[in-house]
């Protein structure tokens, strides 16, 4: 899969592809999204920072023959076509400069292992001396 867009979209109804501009007007507020370029088998960890509370997430993706495609909120696939036509609704919603967004560092994960380890040799060291006592 490539292209992948996922939108936080405040709405209370079902967002279909045709609604989803009605959504994010041209000089209007600017969608939170979460994008990737190219998105590895297996999938893609991420997060969607901003979103508004009680939103609802729609995405737009490429499959592996280039032909593009909307995923709106209640499940419902819908054809965009090509990538012209995909980024002419990027145009319509106000994302016409997409950048990709950040994956999670894995460093992150390694240094509360770390620090799980320490606080785990440090408890035992703790009970040590108190079995002494």
Known sequence: MSDLLVLAVAANGRITL?????????????????????????????????????????CLFADASGVYWFKGNRGQIEKIGSQAHFKKLLRQISLNKLEESPLPVKKMKTEKKKMSKKTTKKTEKQSSKKKAE
Do not use: C, H, Q, W
């Open 18 to 58: 045709n609604s989803l501009p009605s959504y994010f007007p041209v000089g209007g507020v600017k969608p939170r999204y979460f994008y990737r370029k190219k998105v590895a088998i297996g999938g893609t960890e991420g997060s969607l920072t901003g979103a508004y509370a009680g939103s609802d997430m729609v």
